[in-house]
């Protein structure tokens, strides 16, 4: 092979920098959790975790967009090069094969990318705001079916409050067993629009609202989130459309 253009080895030193960047980080964090006593805040953990993100991506995105060049070049030793003294050096840029120590999750890695490449169950744009559509009324209809009202749900008041393990330090009351002049100190509480007391038991129900022709048109019109924006922001904490 010829020797690399000024391009060529301009695309070798801009991997080298993303990798040592990566590198860099992996190692604040590692530093992070193994010297803290007690650990770092989870804000802090957050934010290196977003960076590491953020680093994996460009080196992924460099590599994929040089794979042609990056699978090409072959290196070796120059007439030059001090291989007495850096032997140790020499024989890691000659190694051929990945480190044993590595190559299982590289394996694993390639394979769940081959998955997700196959994978045909994606949602399309039009099923996301079908599914954006059915959430809100399907999780309203839930609740309804729930004792948000008290301490206890629906299911655990039929099987026994006493049998409840809350994991607290403070003994909770059922709201169901409530004396008469306690009832009616509640019914002077404040009225709010949509929202009653179940006629059996301490819950409440909710009613929900008719959707105007005019607003299911701008739900139409609004882009759905994709999942994948909303698995980030779970993960992450980082807003969708900010990367």
Do not use: C
Not at 83 to 106: F, N, S
Not at 158 to 183: K, Y
Request: aromatic share 4%.
């Amino acid at each position: 092979m010829a020797a690399p253009t000024q391009e060529q080895l301009k695309t070798l030193e801009q991997s080298r920098q993303r990798l040592i960047q990566l590198t860099r980080s992996i190692g604040s964090l590692m530093q992070s959790l193994q010297r803290g006593d007690p650990l770092p805040p989870w804000s802090s953990l957050q934010s290196q975790a977003s960076i590491i993100s953020n680093n994996l991506l460009s080196v992924s995105e460099h590599l994929s967009d040089n794979r042609d060049l990056l699978t090409s070049l072959v290196a070796y030793p120059g007439p030059d090069f001090p291989g007495r003294t850096q032997a140790h050096t020499l024989e890691q840029v000659l190694r051929t094969k990945l480190d044993p120590r590595v190559e299982d999750w590289v394996a694993r890695g390639r394979k769940a990318g081959t998955s997700a490449l196959e994978d045909k169950s994606g949602l399309l744009e039009a099923e996301l705001a079908e599914l954006w559509d059915w959430a809100p009324v399907e999780a309203n209809q839930e609740a309804r079916r729930r004792n948000w009202g008290g301490n206890f749900t629906l299911e655990e008041r039929e099987m026994g409050v006493q049998n409840v393990v809350t994991g607290l330090a403070r003994v909770l009351e059922d709201e169901g067993s409530e004396s008469e002049s306690e009832e009616g100190e509640e019914e002077d509480e404040m009225e709010i629009v949509g929202v009653r007391r179940q006629s059996a038991g301490a819950g409440f129900e909710f009613d929900i609202a008719p959707v105007s022709a005019a607003a299911q048109q701008q739900v139409a019109a609004e882009p759905a989130v994709p999942l994948e924006d909303i698995l980030r922001y779970m993960t992450t904490g980082v807003s969708p459309g900010k990367r």
